[in-house]
């Protein structure tokens, strides 16, 4: 692997009144494998430092990184893992990785990579940020769990009102259950075999007052989370996808155009391709990793035109709000898109 490098990144910020679109450069580099430690049947936990022992950069419960190991496990994509240790800490950055079927990626992080190797990391990123609150409901399900643990710890600092419900389908399955039991009560385990599925209808059937809920898990778990939430006061769900949500067809099937509004280009957008595509195939810089809208990365503003959103990051609120979008995935209603590249 080569050593520490930075790439371009152009990061479009909306405000109400006009739109700020800062060049800056996003850190990427070769970290260590300092500890490799299995949480629980399924689930390793990875310590990555430095290779130097500089300082990473620092960040905030929710936050991901990109592990650029997709080429190496002959994987398409580029997999991003949920930062689940000490923001404090700003020497090791740690990560939770469930083995899953089919999932090369994280195959290669179980089977074959080890303490002491060479590992390149992207980010990270915040598309899951804990907003202040005076009580917060967090719901967990498996490995879910992950960017949810630094959310309880701060939680715990900031003195507020809080409950953890973690359901997993065996105990056995379940990581952090130690780290997790300092909080007593606060906690509540809930594996399937044991207790059933989730209370859903009893957590979340009447809405609470100042409370945000926080959910990462399964789509199955998230789209039921979303749908009993429907009702609680705009902004209360937050909530996480590690994999797309399913999709029906786009608005429209036939061609439409972008407008890149900086470079002063104008292209059409084949039924067959992407945005994203079409943008950097023309030579205009978008920073963007998962390519199937999970991750944030390729948020690009939109300054005319009505999108047809089809992430698994942006709110409700935010996809009404229709001022910026998901180029990766993310289509046009309209027959003209201008964006802010």
Known sequence: MSGPAVRPHVETVQHRTTTV???????EADVRVEAKQEAADGVV???LREVDDTPLPPWSPGAHVDLLIGALA????????SLCGDPADHHVWRLGVLREAG??????????????????????RNNFPLVDAPRYLFVAGGIGVTPLLPMVAAAEAAGA?????YGGRRRASMAFLDELARYGDRVSVRPEDETGLLDLDGLLGTPLPDTRVYCCGPEPLLAAVEQRCAGWPAGSLHVERFAARPVSSPVRSETFEVVLAQ???TLPVPPDRSILDVVEEAGVP????????????????VLEGVPDHRDSVLSEEERRAGDCMMICVSRACSDRLVLDL
């Open 21 to 27: 679109t800062i060049v800056g450069r996003e850190f």
């Open 45 to 47: 936990t990875l310590t």
């Open 74 to 81: 002959g994987e398409g994509h580029t997999p991003q893992y």
């Open 103 to 124: 999932g090369r990626s994280s195959v290669y992080v179980h089977d074959r990579l080890q303490v002491g190797d060479l590992v390149r990391v992207r980010g990270p």
């Open 161 to 165: 009102d809080w409950r953890l419900v």
């Open 263 to 265: 470079s002063e280009v």
């Open 286 to 301: 978008v920073l963007s990793s998962c390519a199937e809208g999970t991750c944030g990365t390729c948020e690009t503003g």
